[in-house]
């Protein structure tokens, strides 16, 4: 579903990711993880059509994000970090407005709406504003929307920040019944070394732009004779805090740059 060769992505002097490579089977859970700066969200955005690679090839369900950007955005859902929903509107409208963006016939739009409403227990709560709803809620209407034009392949980048366990747990319930009901292949960043540990069949470690492990979590906890994922996690990166600043004011640099174009 996801294929990626010698993937790599330059900001100034700052070499972001670093020849990287990776596949991502149809239907299959997969966590993309590292410390921060590692270069996870870059490689997300490029996956997801808004970077362009420095080098490397990219096939996203055989289209390239790259030349095919409205085929590969029609394949994709994304859930990024930071809020995207409008507070001033129902839960009911920002899903309805989503759906019209990418073309959704009315009376399907509808049917899709209810159905991923229904899921993440939000149906009650459909015409209410979503700047009223709790920091959970919201993370589970940007699903539901990410979800709403029917993907194949849904992107989560770190969806269960902030929240509290109780909402991190019914979240990630809900995803892997999406999962195994429609076979939606899921790309998923976190922090949560338990979450990915729980949910994904399939996981790969980034650190310094370069995947430094990638196998199952039980081969990775053998490979770093280590019990748990967080162990094998510091064991392949260390426990250097580290500071992504000099990447955040690269990316920062390159984005004006392509805004004055």
């Known amino acids: 579903m996801i294929h990626v060769a010698n993937l790599t992505k330059k900001f100034g002097e700052n070499l972001a990711v670093n020849d990287v490579s990776f596949h991502v089977q149809k239907g299959e859970i997969f966590a993309f993880l590292g410390p921060n700066g ?5 490689t997300i955005k490029m996956l997801t059509t808004l970077l362009t690679p420095t080098g490397g090839q990219i096939q996203v369900n055989g289209f390239d994000p790259l030349r095919q950007q409205m085929q590969v955005r029609k394949q994709i859902g994304i859930v990024f970090q930071d809020p995207s929903l409008d507070g001033e509107l129902t839960a009911f409208e920002n899903l309805d407005l989503h ?11 509808r049917e899709r709406m209810e159905m991923v409403l229904k899921l993440f227990d939000l149906w009650e709560r459909r015409n209410e504003l979503v700047k009223k709803f709790s920091g959970g809620m919201k993370r589970r209407l940007e ?3 990410g979800l709403l034009h029917a ?3 849904l ?25 195994e009901s429609e076979g939606v292949t899921v790309f998923l960043t976190t922090h949560y070394m338990d979450e990915a ?18 196998g199952s979590p039980a081969e990775l906890k053998t490979r770093t004779n280590t019990d748990s994922l967080e162990e094998a996690f ?4 260390g426990s250097t805090i580290r500071d992504e600043s000099a990447t955040s004011v690269d990316q920062m640099r ?8």
Do not use: C
């Open 38 to 42: 590692a270069g996870k969200t870059t």
């Open 99 to 109: 759906g019209v963006l990418y073309h959704v016939p009315r009376k399907q739009r």
């Open 143 to 145: 699903i539901a929307r």
């Open 151 to 153: 993907p194949l392949i």
């Open 155 to 179: 992107f989560l980048d770190e969806p269960t920040l902030g929240l509290d366990p109780q909402s991190r747990n019914q979240l990630w319930k809900q995803v892997k019944h999406l999962n």
């Open 197 to 214: 540990e729980r949910v994904a069949q399939r996981i790969a470690v980034i650190d310094h732009g370069k995947i430094v492990a990638l």
């Open 234 to 237: 510091l064991a392949l990166t």
């Open 254 to 261: 390159q984005f004006g740059k392509m805004w004055r174009r």
